[in-house]
């Protein structure tokens, strides 16, 4: 049984960092993409950053420079690192087993629960 696994959202001022971690179990980690989606009340959900299984990388437009995506096989876990936070930010992070074709991110229809980010003063 596939299980998706965040943490790490919080409480955050603008200006802060903060790291998400996901941990999928179930599933052959290291051939799949990951992807970090986020969804704002009212919102439709929207991709903030994929991983392909060789790195290769895809981030929104608005986080390019300021959140990183990573991977580790080893401990079949994707990471988000987030810095220079913005309100815009706020919004529930979940995260995704996709798969990577010609530069862009797909999901799949596992995901996590979502970890809660918060970013004000």
């Known amino acids: 049984q596939v299980q998706v696994v965040e943490s790490g959202g919080d409480l955050v001022q603008p200006g802060g960092s903060l790291r998400l971690s996901c941990t999928v179990s179930?599933?052959?980690?290291?051939?799949?993409?990951m992807g970090w989606y986020r969804q704002a009340p009212g919102k439709q959900r929207e991709l903030v950053a994929g991983?392909?299984?060789?790195?290769?990388?895809k981030y929104l437009d608005s986080v390019k420079g300021r959140f990183t995506v990573s991977r580790d096989n080893a401990k079949r876990s994707v990471y988000l690192q987030m810095n220079d936070l913005k309100p815009e930010d706020t919004a529930r992070y979940y995260c995704?087993?996709?798969?990577?074709?010609?530069?862009?991110?797909?999901?799949?229809?596992?995901w996590g629960q979502g970890t809660q980010v918060t970013v004000a003063s």
């Open positions: 991983i392909s299984n060789s790195e290769d990388t």
């Open positions: 995704n087993i996709g798969h990577f074709s010609a530069g862009n991110y797909y999901s799949r229809k596992y």
């Open positions: 179930g599933i052959l980690f290291s051939i799949n993409a």
